[in-house]
């Protein structure tokens, strides 16, 4: 298992790619982890997490539908304010975003920035 951190178990992939999402799915199993639910967009996402409750979720920003990653992880942590969500993007200006929402500072948003390198996710994982 290597690096799997032990609080993590399972993780929910929001990611409308279907190609990309079985590629982050099977790494991560591969790694030990349990890839609770998948869900191509946003509005899905908020619906899936009230199901399984995930420890991780990893999120792209842009996902269709009428909310991006971003307002759906605020979502996410409306109603759960512990949650911890990797935010997925190739967008330096989610940032800024993040700065500008005084409900999202002290929540638990991590940026991993595409180009996505397998083993540095695993690793930020890892690291939560």
Do not use: H, W
């Not at 990893?58 to 991006?68: A, F, K, T, V």
């Amino acid at each position: 298992m290597g690096l799997r951190n032990p609080n993590v178990r399972s993780i929910m992939i929001i990611e409308d790619e279907d190609d990309v999402l079985q590629v982050y799915k099977e790494y991560l199993e591969r790694k030990g982890y349990v890839v609770e639910a998948s869900a191509p967009t946003a509005n899905d996402a908020v619906k899936d997490y009230e199901t399984y409750k995930p420890d991780v979720t990893l999120m792209d920003y842009r996902l269709p539908g009428y909310m991006n990653g971003l307002e759906a992880a605020e979502k996410i942590l409306r109603i759960n304010p512990s949650a911890t969500i990797l935010m997925v993007t190739a967008f330096e200006s989610i940032k800024d975003e993040l700065e500008r929402n005084p409900f999202l500072s002290d929540k638990k948003i991590f940026v991993v920035r595409k180009p996505v390198r397998m083993a540095n996710l695993v690793k930020t994982i890892s690291n939560l």
